[in-house]
């Protein structure tokens, strides 16, 4: 595997994980905890960090989705990228795929 299609593989997986969160919290219950609730810190964490640097303030309220999807997205590529380097080549077996009848 080359570190670009790690890296693709890592943003593809939080990013289809950021979208199941958001969804996730959308159809839960308004007067009752929901399982998400706990990950909904952690998923708007960039929102917190990038207000201490004055970013937020410059973006419309409407766009914030789609800042915290780009974040977690970009930070998905990047570990995704990090992965790849760091495991040795023999760790990702490739798979073989079988004859038709």
């Known amino acids: 595997m080359t570190p670009i299609n790690g890296a693709i593989h890592g943003a ?3 990013f289809a994980l950021s979208i199941l969160v958001f969804f996730l ?5 308004i007067d009752s905890g929901c399982l998400v609730d706990p990950f909904l810190l952690i998923l708007f ?3 917190s960090f990038l207000n201490t640097l004055g970013i937020v303030n410059l973006i419309p309220m409407s766009y914030e989705p789609f800042l915290i999807l780009f974040f977690w997205t970009l930070s998905g590529f990047i570990v ?3 992965i790849v380097k760091i495991l040795p080549k023999d760790f990702f077996v490739e798979v073989e795929e079988e004859e038709g009848i």
């Open 45 to 47: 964490y960039p929102l």
């Open 80 to 82: 995704g990228w990090i």
């Open 25 to 29: 919290k959308v159809i839960c219950p």
């Open 12 to 14: 593809i997986f939080v």
